[in-house]
């Protein structure tokens, strides 16, 4: 049974309903490092990269772009963030650049689409309204 503080359980952190979500989220949390926003914003650039690599696959790179886009946008911010919203935006990064997470991102029917969720979630706890509402939108 989690905290009452878990931000899994939407306490403090975004609400996820899938259990995978869940579960790859804290393993996320559990091995963070102290990162700097720089070395996130290459790490979407290389992830993005490697998508257009493999284009062969149905990726959904309008997608896969959006995503990267609205993280790259939010780590502009980075230093002015509490931590709780540092951690949080590290962990929709490290969510993003998972190739095996609750659905595999080369899948393609729904590989982005976790992938779409967390971030969306994490961009909203955040308070990057704007940002989660284009995600948001573009899965409508």
């Not at 929709?92 to 095996?100: C, K, N, P, Q, T």
Request: aromatic share 6%.
């Amino acid at each position: 049974m989690g905290r009452k503080t878990d931000p899994v359980l939407a306490v403090n952190g975004p609400f996820l309903l899938s259990p995978t979500q869940q579960s790859t989220c804290q393993r996320i949390r559990a091995n963070q490092r102290s990162n700097e926003a720089e070395r996130m914003r290459e790490r979407l650039a290389f992830h993005l990269g490697r998508f257009l690599l493999n284009s062969d696959e149905e990726v959904n790179m309008e997608l896969a772009k959006l995503l990267a886009r609205c993280l790259a946008e939010a780590l502009k911010t980075y230093p002015t963030l509490d931590n709780n919203k540092r951690e949080w935006l590290r962990v929709g990064v490290e969510y993003f650049v998972l190739d095996e997470d609750a659905n595999p991102d080369l899948d393609p029917i729904s590989g982005l689409a976790d992938d779409a969720n967390v971030i969306s979630g994490v961009l909203e706890h955040c308070g990057f309204h704007d940002l989660a509402k284009q995600i948001s939108d573009y899965l409508a």
